[in-house]
């Protein structure tokens, strides 16, 4: 049983134009996500971080939020540039500090 | 500074045989990580170092796979007998102590058990 969702497998978004990735959890113990990106042939990267007690985090370009009665957080990346194609991984940890990933959205950014 | 290091990158080999991989982390990082990535999925954690104790082992299939931190830095995973299902990206990841500290990924190898 999944606890962490990323039910589109790919999305494809003009170049300049919002990228919105999806995430929804089951798990009601996890007080910590992460979103991390991954290119071909190398391993995820961290990119962005939001706490439970908080609903919205921003660094940049990336903004995540956080709906804690919805049990569902969002990754916004705006303008969306070439280099933001990748794949994207939401992650969730709870209080034993283990980390459940997603399956990762393949983000396309279109020219 | 350098990242985490993963040998070797790829690596064939024929069902039944051993195969170990080797993980550098990021130089001061006491937790180190073991993940497995079959396709289209995202990482599982195998197991968990913090220094040279292994914390969290209980994804690990320990009939056939086994892991060291010696010392508490390097770290090897060993696969024997490998099967065919075994085909997958094993990932290194390490940080600097547990919990919510940022876990930096190296790049992985990639195994193919023909």
């Known amino acids: 049983d999944q606890q962490v969702k990323q039910n589109s497998p790919s999305l494809s978004v003009q170049e300049g134009r919002i990228s919105i990735l999806n995430c929804d959890y089951t798990n009601s113990m996890f007080d910590y996500f992460l979103w991390y990106k991954k290119y071909p042939a190398e391993g995820p990267t961290f990119l962005i971080s939001?706490?439970?007690?908080?609903d919205k985090n921003e660094d940049g370009r990336f903004t995540v939020f956080l709906n804690k009665s919805a049990k569902h957080l969002s990754l916004h990346i705006v303008p969306s540039q070439p280099g933001d194609s990748a794949v994207y991984f939401c992650a969730a940890s709870d209080r034993d500090d283990k980390i459940i990933f997603g399956k990762g959205t393949r983000l396309h950014i279109l020219p | 500074e350098a990242g985490v290091v993963q040998s070797p990158r790829y690596k064939i080999i024929e069902k039944k045989q051993p195969v170990a991989f080797w993980c550098n982390p990021i130089s001061g990082h006491n937790t180190l990580y073991w993940y497995l990535q079959n396709l289209g999925q995202g990482p599982e954690l195998l197991i968990r170092?913090?220094?040279?104790?292994?914390?969290?082992d209980s994804q690990l299939p320990k009939d056939r796979f086994s892991a060291e931190r010696l010392k508490g830095v390097d770290s090897t995973l060993k696969i024997q007998p490998a099967e065919l299902g075994d085909s997958a990206v094993y990932l290194c990841a390490s940080s600097l102590d547990r919990g919510t500290e940022t876990q930096y990924f190296g790049p992985g190898t990639r195994l193919l058990v023909l």
């Open positions: 939001i706490s439970s007690i908080k």
């Open positions: 170092y913090e220094n040279e104790e292994a914390v969290d």
